[in-house]
T-cell receptor, first 113, second 112 residues
Framework: KAGVTQTPRYLIKTRGQQVTLSCSPI?????VSWYQQTPGQGLQFLFE???????NKGNFPGRFSGRQFSNSRSEMNVSTLELGDSALYLC????????????FGEGSWLTVV | KNEVEQSPQNLTAQEGEFITINCSYS?????LHWLQQHPGGGIVSLFM???GKKKHGRLIATINIQEKHSSLHITASHPRDSAVYIC??????????????FGKGTHLIIQP
């Protein structure tokens, strides 16, 4: 069974641009969540989707958004990029909404210059 | 708001030593995860606990719900155990999952 796949793995963007990151969960997993990891703040929860509905959102500005498609694949978008958005963005999936093991992708390394 | 505290932040030990990493959280939770992150970013879920104790190979995780405390133990540590270990609490509120709240991580180095 293929794991959680994130694309692209590495990208460099300029301040003010926008970026879209993609996540393909493990087959059969309907819950997809996104996290940001920085050296200063550590890992922080961005949002979680289940069956195309956003179930919860972390404490991030509206520039951060996401969506989930009917095949459970998910995308997150960051608009008007700031230098502080440079981070590792991790996607994770699990079979249900709670009580199941969570599986992480390798992450997308975003550098904003 | 749930706060998750881990200790120690950094730990260097010799191969073969018994390792303990501690995690405390501030509010009642639905489950607690122990995660392992190697250089390069990939995160692996080691355990998910809601009560008691779990064991997998040389790894043991325990949780005390009343004391809001969990520990991760590594027996007969090996250099390949060198990684960052992160605990994360999960609170399921019924109306919508609250997502994971993470500790800052414990950077473990096992020297040969």
């Amino acid at each position: 069974k293929a794991g959680v796949t994130q694309t692209p793995r590495y990208l460099i963007k300029t301040r003010g641009q926008q970026v879209t990151l993609s996540c393909s969960p493990i087959s059969g997993h309907r819950s997809v969540s996104w996290y940001q990891q920085t050296p200063g703040q550590g890992l922080q929860f961005l949002f979680e989707y289940f069956s195309e509905t956003q179930r919860n959102k972390g404490n991030f500005p509206g520039r951060f958004s996401g969506r989930q498609f009917s095949n459970s694949r998910s995308e997150m978008n960051v608009s008007t990029l700031e230098l502080g958005d440079s981070a590792l963005y991790l996607c994770a999936s699990r079979e249900g909404r709670a009580g199941n093991t969570i599986y992480f992708g390798e992450g997308s390394w975003l550098t904003v210059v | 708001k749930n706060e998750v505290e881990q200790s120690p932040q950094n730990l260097t030990a010799q191969e073969g030593e018994f390792i303990t990493i501690n995690c405390s959280y501030s509010v009642g939770i639905s489950a607690l995860h122990w995660l392992q992150q190697h250089p390069g970013g990939g995160i692996v879920s080691l355990f998910m606990l809601s009560s008691g104790k779990k064991k997998h190979g040389r790894l043991i995780a325990t949780i005390n719900i009343q004391e809001k405390h969990s520990s991760l133990h590594i027996t007969a540590s090996h250099p390949r155990d060198s990684a960052v270990y992160i605990c994360a609490s999960y609170m399921y509120s019924g109306g919508g999952a609250d997502g994971l709240t993470f500790g800052k991580g414990t950077h473990l180095i096992i020297q040969p």
